[in-house]
């Protein structure tokens, strides 16, 4: 039995079917359930909701190995996300081509987020140290980057600028996430929307084509490898 779906009720193509649409497409929980009672299956939409806290973290972790190489020049933006009433900040990267870089959540706004970020971004394997960082003008990111160089974690090399000209391609992408938050009315836990949004920005990058990912034949056999269901 794969381990990934052992003691689930239903079959692993359904659960994945779920959690990808769901990742992928405006929907709400309760729209899978009744997309699914129209198929003749029964699911209640608490259901779904905990199969993608379980398994959108799985698909962002296994999906880094087939990412291909970003390029040395970042965009570096934050857009909100609100979470049981409250606004947090979604720091996000993209390169010049659009590519993700990473991103991560947080309530606060500061220098501790953005070196998170950072340190982040930095370790995932499918990213070069920046030749070049673009941001806005907050005061909290530029001084993390300068810290972050000091530290020798970032290139010495590295250059900063602030443009929001050309944070124009990042912009557009945090579109692409909200098209799909927005439709959520707004995370009920931190954690659960922490885990969710690790699903979404994973499902944005195999759009991206970033896993040479070019039909949703690719993309469905992509997930079914990433789950080892044959």
Not at 28 to 43: A, H, K, P, T, V
Not at 53 to 71: A, D, G, H, Q, V
Not at 84 to 101: H, P
Request: charged share 30%.
């Amino acid at each position: 039995m794969n381990k990934h779906f052992k003691w689930k009720h239903y079959q692993s193509d359904i659960i994945i079917l779920c959690v990808r649409w769901y990742l992928k497409y405006p929907l709400s929980y309760r729209n899978l359930q009744d997309m699914m009672e129209e198929r003749g299956l029964f699911i209640h939409h608490t259901t779904i909701y905990r199969w993608v806290i379980e398994y959108s973290p799985t698909i962002n972790r296994k999906l880094r190995k087939y990412l291909k190489k970003t390029s040395d020049s970042w965009r570096v933006d934050e857009t909100y996300l609100k979470v049981k009433g409250e606004w947090t900040y979604l720091y996000r990267a993209v390169d010049q081509n659009g590519s993700t870089i990473d991103f991560w959540l947080s309530r606060k706004r500061d220098k501790k987020a953005a070196k998170k970020f950072f340190r982040k971004a930095l370790r995932s394997p499918h990213n070069s140290n920046p030749r070049v960082i673009t941001t806005d003008k907050y005061a909290a990111t530029i001084a993390t980057i300068k810290k972050e160089i000091e530290d020798e974690r970032l290139n010495s090399k590295t250059k900063h600028r602030s443009s929001k000209y050309m944070n124009n391609i990042i912009e557009q992408d945090h579109r692409n996430i909200k098209r799909i938050t927005d439709n959520m009315l707004g995370f009920k836990h931190f954690k659960s929307a922490c885990l969710t949004i690790q699903g979404i920005e994973a499902m944005n990058m195999i759009r991206k084509r970033q896993a040479n990912t070019f039909s949703i034949t690719d993309e469905i056999k992509l997930i079914n490898q990433i789950f080892e269901v044959a």
